[in-house]
């Protein structure tokens, strides 16, 4: 039996959610290390029987992870203490952009030409249609009564895995009245907006209450999955 090997970024990427189509395996082994030394989780399934069951017992295996951490499930998972409600995106009055930031880009960052704060709520906007939200982009100077605020701001867990400063860092401050989404630049609101749209995806259309703040451990980074089969070819001789 040859393993298929999921390796993960621990500190960044703590929730993966493994499918498999083996319609003709039988008997199924799950290996799950984590590397401390190395901060890296190492999860290794060996294919003979029950392929769902392997994908069951790895999928709770890693939601319990996440879980215990208090974060909003997706990929990547978000630090998010939830307070125990749900906001539905349906019921959003608007997206408010800060009047002071709507025309800030990123210039710490590797795009020639970066999108301005605003530019990034109208594709928010356009996104969150196919979530059955058709919301208005304004600007304005504060949130509005159940409407999305976006806006710039400075928060001390702005940064990285080395406590460096991040542009892609983001808080994220849902109630049963709005959400508030402060990015550390244009960028790091971005980042929030697609951990919006995963929520809406998991929790039909609608985002759980709570706050949180998400940074990136590194600039550069990734996710490597690696899997190792082995495939039997039969010869067939024509004549």
Excluded at 34 to 44: F, P, S, T
Excluded at 58 to 87: H, K, N, R
Aim: charge should be negative.
């Amino acid at each position: 039996m040859q393993p298929a090997i999921v390796t993960l970024e621990w500190s960044r990427v703590r929730y993966l959610r493994a499918t498999s189509h083996c319609p003709r395996s039988h008997n199924t082994r799950v290996d799950i290390v984590y590397d401390k030394r190395r901060g890296r989780l190492a999860v290794g399934i060996e294919k003979d029987k029950d392929a769902n069951m392997a994908n069951s017992i790895l999928a709770v295996f890693l939601l319990g992870f996440s879980f215990a951490a208090g974060d909003l499930l997706g990929i990547p998972t978000v630090p998010f203490d939830e307070s125990g409600d749900y906001f539905k995106l349906s019921s959003a009055s608007g997206i408010t952009v800060d009047t002071k930031h709507c025309e800030d880009t990123d210039t710490n960052g590797h795009t020639l030409i970066p999108p301005t704060l605003l530019e990034f709520a109208n594709t928010f906007a356009s996104d969150l249609e196919h979530t059955g939200c058709h919301s208005k982009v304004d600007t304005g100077d504060e949130a509005v009564h159940g409407d999305i605020f976006v806006t710039i701001g400075n928060n001390s867990e702005f940064v990285d895995a080395a406590g460096r400063w991040t542009s892609e860092a983001y808080s994220l401050n849902v109630s049963s009245e709005g959400i508030t989404i402060t990015g550390a630049s244009p960028l790091g609101a971005w980042w929030a907006t697609r951990s919006i749209l995963q929520q809406a995806a998991l929790n039909n259309g609608s985002v759980p209450t709570g706050y949180g703040v998400d940074a990136p451990g590194w600039g550069t980074r990734g996710i490597m999955v690696r899997l190792i089969s082995t495939m039997k070819f039969r010869r067939h001789d024509h004549y």
